[in-house]
């Protein structure tokens, strides 16, 4: 069995960890402090999660679910990419400029693709 089939195995088994696992995708893609690194550390996790997960009652569609992904992808690559910038003193105001010029960026590729 393979990683995939075991974890939907076990989310269609327990319904406290399906539960669990169903609100914080709901979360990520409502609500923007979900998204936050400190509250998702692993987004990787998350997305397998997301593939578990799919088609199961509650959980976001597709289509909702990855234009969030995408656009928490672009602000975690480009706080990444800017990070001895403002790790060096810039303070706050430089993460926050970064983090909504990336966010911006990212919600205009992804409309232009769709």
Known sequence: MNFWRTLRA??????VLR???????Q???SDEWARHKLRV?????LLACYAAAAGMEGVPPVSDFFAT??????VRGAMWWQKPAYQ???GMSARSEVSAVAKSVGTKSYDAKV
């Open 10 to 15: 076990v989310l269609d088994d327990d319904s």
């Open 19 to 25: 539960q669990h696992v169903v609100k914080g995708l």
């Open 27 to 29: 979360n990520f893609v």
């Open 41 to 45: 550390p692993d987004a990787g996790m």
């Open 69 to 74: 992904y995408l656009d928490e992808s672009f």
């Open 88 to 90: 060096n003193g810039a």
